[in-house]
Structure formats: C-alpha cells, structure tokens
C-alpha cells in the first residue's frame, strides 16, 4: 500500500516534466554525470552489494531493494532519459532515495570496484529537495534548521534555560560542578544535538558530570551553534547543511577553544568533519573535532576518569556506521565498552562490517508514515540482535539509539539500550572532594 | 566597526596611560572568601575587574575589585563592560531575570532575559526577551510596545537609537511545510515589522547612521538574496552571508554565491570580479575606501583578499576576520596551518606560531603588530611575533594609547589581576 507523505503528494501536484528535466540536468551537469554514468558502466552487475544490503537481505532479497537496483532504476533512467521523466517516476525515486537507502556504504566495502552507491542516492535526494520533493517531517527539520540553526525548534532561550537547568540538577550529584557557557581559550567546546535540551536534557547534566569530575576545561555556547545536527545535510537543502555547520565552527573559533567533542551522535559527526567543511571550501574541520567516544576512551586511558561498578549482564554493540565504517572508531569503542561491561557479546558481523541501524542517513528523520517501511528494511538487524542473547545495547548514536529501540520493540526483543555516558556516569568513581 | 574596535576607540584619551604595572585585585582572597568564582570580565580601560561569585548556600554575588555588590542574585553570569565602562549582567532574582548595571537592577523582569548589546558610546543597553511565551527586546528597562513568536537575533545602530530583530511573523503547526515555504520570517525595526515576509533573514546589519537595515534573506526555497529597508535586491544567488555597509553609508556589500563560486556584490551588482571557493567576513578599513575578505582562492587554501587582491600565501585550516590598521594601511588576522595559528600581516605570516592566536591589535604608522597568544595553557602577548618574558593565567586583548606610543596590558599573573602600561618601544 502506497504511503501517504504530503512531502511527496504536495509536490506531485505542483511538478511539471519541464521542471523535472530542468533541475535534472542542472545537477547532472556533465561532469557530475559522467561520474555517475561511469559508475553504473563499471558495475558488472555481480550482486556482491546486494548481500552487503540490510533493506535487500530484510526484505527477502527481492532484487529491487537491492543498491545497484536502487539507482540504476532511478538515477540510471534520469541519466538515460536526460532528465525526461515523469512526475510519478520522480515520486518513485524520492522514496528510494529518502527510505530505502540510507547511505551507510555498507555495500560499497564489498563491491569489487568500490562503487560509490550513497553518493548517487545522495545526488537523487539533491534533486528531489530542488524539486521540492522531500518526506514532511524531514522537511520540517531542515525548516527548523534553516530558521533556528538547530533541529527541533528550540528557543534560543529554552537553550540557555535547560543548560542552567542541567547544570543545577547535577550540582546536587557533583560538588562545585560547571557548564561554562562561552569560556575564551577553553580546551574543549563540547557540542549536542537538538534532541538533547529538548527531550533528553539529562544527557546534558552526565556530560557535565563527567568534564568536572576529569577536570576538562571546557564550554559550551550560549548562541545559536550549539546544535552539531545536521539533517538539511540527508534531505539535500546543500545551502542551510552549509550555513549551519559555519555557524558551528564559528562559536568555536569565536572562542579559541582547543577542539570540538560532540556527543554520541554519528550524523553530526560526518556532518561537521566531512559534508559540512568540504561544502565551505575547508580541506577538514577547521579546529580539532572529537567524538564522544574517543573522549572517553582519552580520559579513561590517561586515568582521568575510574570506573568501580561493571556491568555484569549481557552487553552487545550497536557499531554507528558514520564513526565505525567512516572513522575506524571501533576499536576505541570496544577499550570504552570493555571498560564498562564484563561480559561483551558481539554482534556478528562487527566492526565495519555490522549492519546499519536502518534509522540514520535521516531515515528515521522522514517520521511516522515510513516508520513500518524502515523496520521491514531492517529485519536483518533484529535477527543479529537476538542471536547476541545480549539485555543491553549500547547504542553510542542517537539516531541508532532510536533506530534499536523501534527494532527492539516491534520485534519484540527483550533488551535495553544505553549511550555510553548513561552508563559511565554511574559506573564511574566521584572522587571524595567532590561528593555533595 | 566592530564592537570590539568600538570599546577600544571609547574614551581612550582619558584612561591613566601612566606607564608602569598595578595590582587591582588579588583573585586568591576572593577565591578563599567564595565557593565559586566564575569567568573573569575585565574594563576595556583595566581599571576593573569582575566576576560573578557563588558563596556556600548557592546564593551569587558580582565581585568587583574584589568588592560584591550588595544584592543578592539567584544567579549572575554574562558580565560585560559597556563601552563607556559600565559593569552589566544578566541576573535572576525571585526567578525572574534582568539586567544589572553597577548593581542596580532595571525594573522590567522576564522568564528570560538574554543576548546583551551596547551601542557604541555604551550609553544604550538592550537583551533580547521571553515576555509570556512570547519575545521581544528591552532597551535600557523599556521593552518594545510589540512581542513576536520568536526573536533569533538583532542589531543596534552605533548610536542605540534603533533596534532591528529578527522576527516570526507567522504561526508555524507541526510540520508546516507548506506554510513555512511561504515565508514565515521578516525583521522589525523599533518593533514595527517590515512588510514583506521571507524563508528566512540571518544576521541584520544597521548603516553607520542608523538610517538603513539590511539582512540575508531566503526568498525561495533556494534562492538568496540581501534585503535592503525591507526590498530584496533584484538579483538572486544560491547563497549570501552577512553583508556590510560601507563606514561613510554609501554602498552595501555582501558575499553572493553563484554557481559553485562566491564574489563580491554592491547594491545588487558585481564588485570584486575573482571567483572564489569561499569568501566572508568582510571589513571596512575606518575611512571606507578599502575593502578586506577572507578567502579560499582553491579548496581548502585560505588567505585574504583586500580589493579583489588575495595574499600571495594561503593557509590551510582556517583565516580569521581581517583587521584593519586604524590608518586603514595595513591588514592582518588570524590564521592556522597545519595544526597551528599565527598572524599574517599584509601577506606575511609570522615566523612564530602558537596553539592559539587571537585577532591582532594592529595600530597606526610602522608599530607593532600585537596579538593575545597561548601556548601550552600559558597566556603571552606576541609583538610581531615575539613573546616577551611575561607570561599571564589570563590576558586580555592589548590596547594601543591614542598616540600609538603605549599598550594597555591585562592579565592575571600569580592569582592578581595586574593592570600595566608600557611604552610600545620598549615591548617585545
Ligand atoms: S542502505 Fe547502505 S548498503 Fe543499502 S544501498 Fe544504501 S548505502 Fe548501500
Ligand atoms: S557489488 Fe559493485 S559491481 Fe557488483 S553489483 Fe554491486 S555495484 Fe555492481
């Protein structure tokens, strides 16, 4: 039964072949198209991508789910036909673009010649943002981005209210604990994504919990910036992916501060290391950028932090496809969980090779109408979860945090899921001196 | 001019300039009387020092030279010098919030109260504010006749006669795609909003006389533009930044993106001529006749442009805002190369580089080019790229006197906070 998304259905109506073709060819200019064409002719259509593919492998291999699928039937018929498609075609390939793929380039580590299939499926969703043909909801998160610089709408006041909120509730836990907000020269500006103050505040307080007790010296700011999320990065609105991630590295240049470290997030990772600076013409980041994961692996191996307590049930590992196939945190991440938890189960495969979470490349951002689409292209994700036995899955994602906790309930799988920090902030010895 | 060569220019003749060093407050005794001393705040003219102190029940103070002031405060923070140095803070009591100036407290109180701005004389005082659920601004204790659904940002002019903020003008549901395509935003000057609607406005800029606003502008969903007193410019780019009025008032410029490229328009029309990778941050030297820009003349090659003539060298991580000299000669700023910062002036970087560099302090004629710099958690004051001996747990930016001839220096050595004058000769 086809979805109903007024992203889609609203655009329908308004789209004309002569537009399509138009905006077609103004992003398959024809460098961006011989690429692309080139890519499509290099493919010798072996299915080795198709087995690498969560939503083919959930969905019992039917052949269009699978990468090379996806894009030779609807960028290659854009290229073929110079753009001449029609409405509904355009309609088809948006779907494609924004619900059954999500960029994890898993398949592309075991095509033989590499072929880039996330960046075509990224290019189609330039051409449907162009065309103004976008889920609703993801839509409405770019709009918030564009108008607030962050993802949910948040007041600037509302930020600066549950910073001190937080900062105050995690006094009554930690003595003499801070949130400096907009610290000159401080070693660390640490960064969040919307979500946080707006529904998940106390991720707000462990962090803070945590910098005191291993005397970082850090900040965060108080203006617009303070949002490390990206989405208008996933619908393809390149111009506001842009504006925002200036915006962040310039509350963190504006304050001099030593490095970025952003919370457990893998999106806004990729957003502010990699699509963000090459958008704006910087080579990399233009200061150091930090995952939460490799902080706490710093602090942990330098002995700035002690962990007392360890979890004694079975803890399985959700690998965030944008910090482990993008960035090689794996390992950091197994020192940190290793730290925490006795007994590891791993989920087969790992590492890179794990499954993605089927929620992030801003899936799970395209809201409710495709939610049952997302859990039926990632079946795949709960098998691997049962096989683990594991009651808890640690998740050092947002978008995977809740990508498992939709797996794990429609499934009906008995476990839990936890950030890292939830976990370290209990775990972790408060030192006398700073016991309340 | 920038709010911080706005504090440098205010009152300056009349500061002490008699050259030697002074210790105005021991932050040790302040620091054993309280349980807390947050971020220090230092006078632009040194003379004063500030903090916003907790005392053991919770309760926050504003620490003055070491002197609190009397009322008691749920909370203080965000403690700034207006040009004209008067001591401000944003402040919570019975939880409501104002401002403090000098420990007196305005009558108005908010749920909120935030975003502090001065004009340039420092005589006005505005923040941005949540009146019931709804925001607008206060100016010296009087808010707007106006609330809007929400404020992002705003401007005053230079001299604090106008206010222009970024303004909801549309109620938005869940998810109102639709409408929000419509245009939802626009900008109110002195609270009477313009009339046309917008995607979105970034970043308002007022002329130099007050008389004109201009902002960025979202017309279409991807077409961008400045809007000049409420008319979007004819053309339209794939993206603008902040643009910039000309110091005498005539002329205003702005970054445009067209193509994969960015330059330099005036009015709507092409100023510089070179296709950039990236190009922001555009400076007026003080008489207006020459104009600076950062720059990426190739993917991830970073310099400045002054007059459509970028440096001959590049830097790769990133070039801060260029700075004019106050004769308008000379440009420098803030650069980072591989993992390290220094100062470029006119092309040339230093041959000393730091963990972290500030903007430099660039003064008339052939003098000094200064600069705030930190090296492994130490603060030192870099003259032409050479540290001397001192080195600070604290520094502030450094002050030229009027006649170029002495530097203003504050900074905190061994837990005081030291004020000293010396003779620009005899630096470095
Ligand atoms: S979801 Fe991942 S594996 Fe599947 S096609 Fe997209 S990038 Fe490839
Ligand atoms: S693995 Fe590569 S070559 Fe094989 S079908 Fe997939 S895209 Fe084509």
Same mark, same amino acid.
């Given at each position: ?436 | ?60 103070? /504003? *620490? !003055?030279? %070491? @002197?609190?002031? =009397? ?5 203080? &923070?965000?403690? $700034? +010098?207006?040009? #004209? ?13 104002? /401002? *403090? !100036?000098? %420990? @007196?407290?305005? =009558? ?5 109260? &935030?975003?502090? $701005? +001065?004009?340039? #004389? ?35 002019? #230079? ?35 313009? #009339? ?233």
């Amino acid at each position: 039964m086809a979805v109903a998304d007024p992203g889609f259905d609203l655009a329908l109506a308004k789209l004309t072949p002569e537009r399509i073709e138009q905006v077609i060819n103004s992003v398959l200019s024809q460098a961006v198209a011989e690429r692309m064409k080139l890519f499509l002719k290099t493919c010798v259509h072996c299915g080795l991508c198709a087995d690498a593919c969560h939503t083919y492998l959930s969905r019992n291999r039917d052949p269009d789910f699978a990468p090379v699928a996806k894009v030779r039937d609807t960028l290659g018929v854009m290229l073929k036909k110079k753009g001449r498609v029609s409405p509904e075609f355009m309609k088809n390939a948006a779907r494609v673009a924004f619900i059954e793929c999500g960029g994890c380039r898993r398949c592309s580590m075991y095509c033989p010649f590499g072929i880039d299939i996330a960046t075509m499926i990224m290019t189609i969703r330039r051409i449907c943002s162009l065309l103004g043909m976008v889920p609703q909801f993801i839509q409405d998160t770019t709009n918030s981005h564009s108008a607030t610089s962050n993802q949910m709408w948040v007041q600037p006041d509302d930020w600066i209210d549950t910073v001190m909120w937080q900062e105050e509730d995690a006094q009554l836990e930690v003595a003499g604990l801070r949130i400096p907000l907009d610290k000159e020269g401080a070693e660390v500006m640490y960064s969040v994504i919307a979500p946080e103050p707006k529904v998940m505040a106390q991720l707000i307080a462990n962090i803070a919990v945590l910098m005191t007790v291993a005397k970082v010296d850090w900040t965060m700011p108080s203006a617009d910036g303070w949002d490390n999320s990206n989405m208008a990065m996933f619908s393809g609105d390149l111009e506001i992916m842009g504006r925002i991630e200036r915006e962040h590295w310039e509350r963190a240049l504006e304050l001099r501060v030593g490095k970025m470290v952003m919370g457990e997030c893998g999106h806004a990772y990729r957003g502010a290391v990699y699509d963000g600076p090459k958008w704006l013409g910087w080579q990399g980041p233009p200061l150091p950028m930090v995952h939460a994961v490799e902080l706490y692996y710093d602090l942990l191996r330098e002995g700035r932090i002690e962990i007392t307590d360890k979890l004694t049930e079975p803890v399985t590992i959700q690998d965030p496809c944008n910090i482990v196939r993008g960035r090689g945190l794996h390992e950091k991440l197994r020192y940190v969980v290793h730290a925490l938890c006795d007994n590891v189960v791993e989920m087969d495969p790992k590492f890179e090779h794990n499954y993605c979470c089927a929620a992030g490349g801003g899936i799970i951002n395209c809201g409710a109408p495709w939610k049952m689409a997302r859990l039926k292209s990632i079946k795949i994700k709960a098998t691997q979860l049962k096989k683990t036995g594991a009651s808890l899955c640690i998740t050092p994602c947002h978008n995977c945090h809740h990508g498992v906790v939709d797996i794990i309930g429609h499934y009906h799988i008995d476990m839990r899921t936890s950030f890292l920090i939830e976990l370290i902030v209990k775990q972790m010895k408060i030192p006398e001196g700073l016991g309340v | 001019m920038t709010e911080r060569e706005t504090e440098r220019e205010t009152g300056r003749e009349k500061w002490n300039w008699d050259v030697g060093s002074r210790n105005v407050a021991d932050l040790g005794k302040l620091r054993a009387a309280y349980t807390d001393v947050h971020e220090l705040t230092v006078s632009a003219d040194g003379e004063r020092v500030a903090a916003p102190v907790v005392a053991e029940d919770g309760s926050f103070r /504003v *620490a !003055v030279n %070491g @002197e609190v002031w =009397e009322t008691e405060l749920e909370k203080a &923070w965000h403690l $700034k +010098f207006t040009p #004209d140095d008067r001591l401000t803070a944003l402040v919570r009591v019975d939880d409501m919030w104002t /401002v *403090a !100036v000098e %420990g @007196e407290l305005w =009558e108005q109180r908010y749920p909120f109260a &935030w975003n502090t $701005k +001065f004009s340039a #004389d420092g005589r006005t005082i505005a923040v941005q504010i949540k009146a019931g659920m709804e925001y607008s601004l206060c100016i010296n204790d009087k808010p707007w006749d106006r609330n809007f659904l929400s404020i992002r940002n705003y401007a005053l002019s #230079d001299d604090g006669r106008r206010a222009a903020a970024l303004v909801q003008v549309v109620e938005l549901v869940t998810a109102d795609t639709e409408t929000f395509a419509e245009g939802t935003w626009s900008v109110a000057v002195d609270s009477e909003t313009w #009339d046309e609607k917008f995607i979105g406005v970034w970043a308002p800029v007022i002329s130099p006389d007050g008389e004109h606003v201009a902002v960025q502008t979202r017309t279409e969903r991807f077409a961008y533009t400045i809007a000049l007193d409420g008319a979007p410019w004819e053309s339209r780019y794939g993206c603008v930044w902040e643009p910039g009025f000309r110091p005498r008032g005539e002329g205003l410029l702005a970054p445009v993106r067209t193509g994969a490229s960015w330059s330099l328009a005036e009015d709507g029309e092409p100023l510089w001529k070179t296709p950039y990778v990236q190009l922001w941050y555009v400076r007026f030297s003080p008489a207006g006749e020459r104009v600076a820009a950062v720059v990426a003349t190739d993917f991830g090659r970073w310099t400045v442009a002054v007059d459509d003539r970028p440096w001959g060298c590049t830097f790769g991580d990133v070039v801060m805002a260029p700075v004019f000299s106050t004769d308008g000669k000379r440009v420098a700023a803030a650069v980072r190369h591989e993992g390290r910062w220094t100062v470029a002036v006119d092309g040339e970087p230093w041959s000393h580089w730091f963990d972290t560099v500030w903007d430099p302090v660039v003064g008339a004629g052939r003098g000094p080019v200064l600069a705030k710099v930190k090296n492994q958690g130490a603060y030192g004051l870099a003259v032409d790229g050479r540290v001397g001996a001192q080195r600070y747990e604290h520094l502030w930016d450094p002050t030229f006197s009027p006649d170029g001839d002495k530097v203003l220096i504050r900074g905190v050595q061994s837990g005081k906070y030291i004020r000293r004058v010396v003779l620009t000769e005899e630096l470095g």
